[in-house]
């Protein structure tokens, strides 16, 4: 099964940095985008950053100027880099593939979430 794992959450300070990554693994031809979720407690999932295969990127605007979006398709790998960061980025993240599998089957997969917490 095609299929992605979230590594690298954890408790940080206010200001610091933490790298977050989402590793694919399966039959897998390319991944055509990846994209970063986040959820809060008592709060909706909210999309905080996205990248596709040619390289286009977007952020919420609370994540611009302080979390960079990266994804290395030779390794199924992408990676959100996140720093500055601040006790509203408190939250599960979760990492979403749009995969082409071996036979160019389609798979939009969900990741089963990391735990970011920024607190002092």
């Known amino acids: 099964q095609v299929q992605v794992v979230e590594s690298g959450g954890g408790l940080v300070q206010p200001g610091g940095s933490l790298t977050l990554r989402c590793a694919a693994s399966?039959?897998?031809?390319?991944?055509?985008?990846m994209a970063w979720y986040r959820q809060a407690p008592g709060n909706q999932r909210e999309l905080v950053a996205t990248?596709?295969?040619?390289?286009?990127?977007d952020f919420a605007d609370s994540a611009k100027g302080r979390f960079t979006i990266s994804l290395d398709n030779a390794a199924h790998t992408g990676s959100l880099q996140m720093s500055s960061l601040k006790p509203e980025d408190t939250g599960v993240y979760y990492c979403?593939?749009?995969?082409?599998?071996?036979?160019?089957?389609?798979?939009?997969?969900w990741g089963q979430g990391t735990q970011v917490t920024v607190s002092s």
């Open positions: 990248i596709n295969m040619g390289g286009g990127t």
């Open positions: 399966g039959s897998i031809t390319t991944i055509a985008a």
């Open positions: 979403n593939g749009k995969i082409y599998g071996a036979e160019l089957e389609w798979h939009d997969v």
